[in-house]
């Protein structure tokens, strides 16, 4: 089973484009940093976000099944990426990493 390590980093609120485009919302994202998870074999983490994974999951797979140095170069340890989900007010960023 190859696993893939996935922490949040990040976390940041554009109060500015909330008050402008968003309607006024009681509860959002339930992730804070610090937290991790594990993706076995490339699948979802239990507890993981459904939107986030829409973009942190690609990248998650294909870790998962061996590719390495997205971008040619562009992370220091090359199993690895930094990926942030597709929330425009409140995006979350996460580092994700190829682990035995």
């Not at 239990?46 to 971008?71: H, P």
């Not at 409140?90 to 035995?100: A, C, G, L, T």
């Given at each position: 089973?190859?696993?893939?390590?996935?922490?949040?980093?990040?976390?940041?609120?554009?109060?500015?484009?909330?008050?402008?485009?968003?309607?006024?919302?009681?509860?959002?994202?339930?992730?804070?940093?610090?937290?991790?998870?594990?993706?076995?074999?490339?699948?979802i983490?239990?507890?993981?976000?459904?939107?986030?994974?829409?973009?942190?999951?690609?990248?998650?797979?294909?870790?998962?099944?061996?590719?390495?140095?997205?971008?040619?170069?562009?992370?220091?340890?090359?199993?690895?990426?930094?990926?942030?989900?597709?929330?425009?007010i409140?995006?979350?960023?996460?580092?994700?990493?190829?682990?035995?």
């Open positions: 089973m190859r696993k893939v390590k996935i922490t949040v980093v990040k976390k940041v609120f554009h109060e500015d484009l909330s008050k402008k485009y968003e309607n006024i919302i009681e509860h959002s994202c339930d992730l804070n940093e610090g937290d991790s998870f594990i993706s076995f074999d490339g699948n983490p239990e507890g993981f976000c459904l939107e986030a994974w829409k973009t942190v999951g690609e990248f998650a797979n294909r870790l998962a099944n061996g590719e390495e140095d997205f971008f040619e170069g562009w992370m220091k340890n090359p199993k690895s990426a930094v990926i942030s989900c597709n929330d425009g409140r995006p979350v960023s996460f580092y994700i990493e190829f682990i035995d």
